[in-house]
Nanobody, 126 residues
């Protein structure tokens, strides 16, 4: 079992930045691929970014809508994954969720993730 707790959300103006954190506890964090998803009101939860189990391997993947603006990273010593969000836009407004999946393969598929956090609200004003 893996428990995930997100933090770092808030209200920011368009063009601003936020860094989300996801603290994991439970099983060995370093053996899990990690992902960030988001869900805006009235919309389905969508993929944002993912990173492989080993931060040093450099395997990441991003949704086209955030590529070049968001960066996912992880610190296995701290059992934490981060999402640095720059140049934020009003359309980035959503609840952001951290997710974990066992194994080495990274994926954008929502149903491939085994564990989810409770979410943190990000609101970008225009």
């Amino acid at each position: 079992q893996v428990q995930l707790v997100e933090s770092g959300g808030g209200l920011v103006q368009a063009g601003g930045s936020l860094r989300l954190s996801c603290a994991a506890s439970g099983r060995t964090f370093s053996s899990y691929a990690m992902g960030w998803f988001r869900q805006a009101p009235g919309k389905e939860r969508e993929f944002v970014a993912t990173i492989s189990w080993s931060a040093g391997s450099g395997l990441t993947s991003y949704a086209d809508s955030v590529k070049g603006r968001f960066t996912i990273s992880r610190d296995n010593a701290k059992n934490t994954v981060y999402l640095q969000m720059n140049s934020l836009k009003p359309e980035d407004t959503a609840v952001y969720y951290c997710a974990a999946r066992a194994g080495l393969v990274i994926t954008q598929r929502r149903d491939a993730y085994d564990y989810w956090g409770q979410g943190t609200q990000v609101t970008v004003s225009s």
